[in-house]
């Protein structure tokens, strides 16, 4: 699959079942294409990924067998669903047979005004399948944080990009809590244990109603007729879980003459451990990689529950969110705390560049055309103490208006090895380094962290905007130093009561 002009494949999706074309423009989100085939369940409410009223479950891969994912169909291109399996709303179930969600969703009262219902339902179907899912889980409701468990193992947080105008999250949350197992009949379940549909090499050329200026998109087959369509045309958009791109669609009205999906090539969506560095994949999804890594790497442990929303992790990709070049991005300030590295690959051949050289200007970078952002290393091992802190308007499924990573080595009570990193402070991502010189070779006590803490309030550049004043974002990381040392005795005194136990 070349850059030059191929005979057009058709795009077909099966949907509840049935295979359905898809034949409109390429730039036509998945949501527009389902509710024009009177599939009218999901809804746009904020076309932006925030809202959740569009969402859909979509089969995709999970070792041998399949996970049914819940994503935002606002934010997808509807042509990336070729060859590909979708269920809505009305595909979960019927009036005369609901589905054990909207049995419950009507029992307990959880449909209000019931615009955000069937969105709701689609996610929740997602968790109610989810294989991980078991009665008296770990975490409890009464635990918080990040996780939010029912005592059927339902994680609440599955729900966080989910928004009801009727605040009827009370009886959302008994319907969530109070779901069984799947039956031994639920069709399914019983799909979900073959495998996801294989991704197709799609190519769909076709103009733009409103414009009548041509588009195209495309996905490549494998890691070199990517690179080689890129080399040919480099100003083509690489398209991996959309929850950028497809928001400037929407809401900006942005078009493209060439799109390249990327999401499913089988180069970028690998994990490899070696004795100098972890490699994650670009391609790999937040929720993946959340899963696969469990915990391994503590500081994106912290990270993942704190991005954005489940819908959006689902879709979104650690190098989608490094190739915006976006300054406020969740993952840069901790991947900086990290010194993780690079691999930015073109038909030239492959080079590692330090994520900490990588941004140049407000959204500006060093890749160059013709490259893509193929991998993500992080140098081993991994510092003892960590911590990711991020301060927005909401807890949960927001924008940062600062967000801080923190990797710090204490050897005898002498700090080390101090990386700090920072977003939403300057016109790109980037270390506290002098703060972190103030800390280095002192001792790790409280002395230490007031004396720097003053330093690390007059790191980057604070700006005023909607989302905060620059004062208040300089008293914020002047504070983040005392809650990350807080939050490390708070640690080792929870974890010295459970040694004692």
Known sequence: MSAEATQETKCLVTVNGTVREFDGPPHTNALDFLRGQQLIGCKEGCAEGECGACSILVARSDGEGSRWTAVN????????????????????????DLHPVQAEMANRGGSQCGYCTPGFVCSMAAEYYRPERTANPAVSAEDGGEHECGPNGFDLHALSGNLCRCTGYRPIRDAAYALGDPGPDDPLAARAQRSAPAPLATDIQRADTPTGEPGRFRRAADLDQALGILADEPDTVLLAGGTDWGVEVNIKGARARSVLAIDRLPELRQIH??????????????????????????????????????????????????????????????LLALEAELVLSSTKGNRVVALAEYFTGYR??????????????????????????????RRFDDISSVAIGYAVTVVDGVIAKARIGLGGVAATPLRAVATEAMLEGKPWNLDTIRAAAHTMGQEGTPMDDHRASADYRKAMLASSLERFYAEQLASRSGAGKEQNS
Do not use: H
């Open 73 to 96: 169909a606002c934010l997808l291109p509807a042509a990336a669903l070729d060859g590909q399996e979708v269920i809505t709303s009305e595909g979960l179930g019927s009036v005369a």
């Open 273 to 334: 451990w070696n004795e100098q560095y972890l490699e994650l994949g670009s391609g790999c999804t937040l929720s993946e990689l959340e899963r696969k890594l469990d915990g391994q790497v503590p500081l994106l442990g912290k990270l993942f529950g704190q991005f954005a929303s489940r819908l959006i992790r689902n879709g979104a990709t650690m190098g989608g969110n490094l190739g915006t070049g976006s300054p406020i991005g969740d993952t840069p300030p901790a």
């Open 364 to 393: 500006q970078t060093v890749r160059e055309p013709g490259e893509m952002i193929t991998a993500i290393r992080i140098p081993l091992p991994l510092a003892q103490l960590t911590s990711f802190q991020k301060i927005s308007k």
